[in-house]
């Protein structure tokens, strides 16, 4: 995109102020923006806090937000911030599935493909995935695949309205939400 597709607006807001209203709908407690422009994400509204492995992809991310909102019991919901149709029954799914499972994570199975961005954690995912990023790992999906040898469960959820996954990758990518 050439840009900073957490503040790319779409439909009157930006992408990130979108997914962080979704969060808000399906019942978060906190919503906060992990790394990025945090001047132009406080600017648009969102609470941040600064990824504490910058550069080091999306596992640093989700290890960022389960260490933020440590020592919480509660699941930790972890979406990217491109999803230009976020929907807050797809996040409750999510959510719902990890109930009284714990490690675990809560991904949406979506046309037969794990949509790892748009996951809910729990708190004991945390050293499992913390052990995988310290082996030099940076794909969620791998390290969550890799965690199951220690204990983690992955629990696959179905039934989600599709559109809530459509993320923004290229300017044909834009355009109105749908929800």
């Known amino acids: 995109m050439g840009r900073d597709k957490a503040l790319l607006v779409v439909d009157g807001r930006p992408l990130a102020v979108t997914v962080a209203a979704v969060l808000d709908e399906a019942g978060a407690t906190d919503v906060v923006a992990v790394g990025g422009d945090a001047a132009g994400l406080s600017a648009a509204g969102l609470k941040t806090a600064p990824d504490g492995h910058p550069g080091e992809g999306p596992l640093g ?8 909102f ?3 019991a509660l699941p930790v919901v972890v979406m990217a911030c491109d999803l230009s149709a976020a929907n807050p029954d797809n ?10 499972a714990d490690p675990a994570v809560g991904v949406p199975l979506v046309d037969g493909r794990r949509q790892w961005m748009h996951a809910c954690w729990t708190p004991g995912a945390r050293p499992l995935l913390a052990a995988e990023f310290a082996r030099g790992e940076r794909a969620a999906w791998r390290a969550a695949e890799a965690a199951v040898a220690g204990g983690l469960s992955i629990l696959e959820v179905t039934g989600l309205w599709p559109g809530g ?5 290229q300017p044909g ?4 939400s749908g929800r």
Not at 165 to 169: A, E, I, L, P, T
Not at 173 to 176: A, I, K, P
């Open 165 to 169: 996954f459509r993320d923004v990758d």
């Open 61 to 68: 991310g989700i290890l960022t937000a389960l260490d933020h």
């Open 70 to 72: 440590a020592p919480s």
């Open 173 to 176: 990518d834009l355009g109105t």
């Open 91 to 100: 996040v409750t799914a999510a959510v719902d599935a990890v109930a009284g």
